[in-house]
């Protein structure tokens, strides 16, 4: 896809049929990687043969008349890839999922369509994504369940991804089980390198501007997960984090268990969409 179309920087050719002028592309056939890898276009490349700096670190070259550092000519897209790499890998995204963006998903025909929820979900996620930088705007996290194969974690994962090369929002993502109640239990163990680090961690989930909690609910329901749960969420509340979740199970299932704080926090902070269709489509990805 070209990026140009999501990400607000023009350091290239504007007429640039790869790039759109954006300077970077997504190259999807590198081998070994499923997702694609990011890398500068040919027309701001193709510069680095007659610049000083050769397309090295820090991208900069010595002006005699003015006797000091100036910027060479890839120097612009190259600090945006760095940048967008950094935020890429430190969001945590699946490789199924990175470089997902509301145009990969192939929304069918809206007029013969007969189950509307995904189209729902992905007209609230396209709000979310083009209004978030209106001060006017509410932005509200949202509680996305169904079942497997319903599109939940694709649809998470691409608002993720267009907050991040849109606007260059801190994101994470996590799996409730394996990334997150995990990781604090094993700051309990001697021998882990996260040893002691507890409140690291649970700073890290809590601060993050934008995070998805995938699979919320197939945790072990009892008095620890809940508690940590319950901290994680009214942390974010207090601090206006967006939360998005993904479930199996609907939200009213949560009353019941940890004397419904969690059920209460998440009536507030989030919207409840329920996907009912059976699959969902990624343009010319294989599921």
Same mark, same amino acid.
């Given at each position: ?122 007209? *609230? ?6 209004? *978030? ?120 299932? *949560? ?33």
């Amino acid at each position: 896809m070209n990026l140009a179309d999501v990400f607000p920087f023009r350091h290239g050719v504007v007429d640039c049929p790869y790039c759109g002028g954006a300077g970077i592309i997504l190259d999807t056939n590198v081998r070994g990687l499923r997702s694609g890898a990011l890398g500068i276009c040919h027309c701001v490349g193709s510069d680095c043969n007659v610049c000083p700096s050769k397309g090295q670190p820090p991208f900069l070259v010595y002006d005699i008349d003015a006797d000091m550092q100036m910027p060479c000519l890839c120097h612009g897209a190259r600090l945006e890839l760095i940048k967008l790499e950094k935020l890429v890998a430190k969001a945590g995204i699946p490789p199924r999922y990175r470089f997902q963006f509301l145009q990969s998903i192939d929304i069918g025909d809206k007029s013969n369509d007969p189950e509307l929820s995904f189209l729902i979900a992905h007209d *609230w996620a396209s709000e979310l994504v083009h209004k *978030w930088k209106d001060p006017n705007f509410n932005a509200k996290g949202f509680y996305l369940w169904g079942g497997t194969g319903s599109g939940k974690t694709l649809l998470a994962c691409v608002i993720l991804n267009e907050l991040i090369f849109r606007y260059g929002v801190n994101c994470k993502y996590a799996k409730v089980n394996k990334d997150f109640l995990s990781a604090i239990l094993n700051t309990y163990q001697k021998d882990s390198e996260t040893s002691g680090q507890e409140s690291n961690i649970e700073k890290e989930f809590a601060n993050v501007d934008v995070l998805v909690i995938d699979d919320f609910g197939i945790q072990k329901d009892s008095e620890f997960n809940n508690r940590k749960l319950y901290d994680l969420i009214d942390t974010r509340y207090e601090n206006e984090k967006l939360t998005l979740l993904t479930s199996n199970q609907a939200l009213e299932d *949560w009353k019941i268990k940890g004397e419904g704080r969690i059920y209460s926090r998440l009536m507030e902070m989030t919207k409840e969409i329920q996907l009912k269709c059976p699959d969902y489509r990624l343009k010319g990805v294989q599921n």
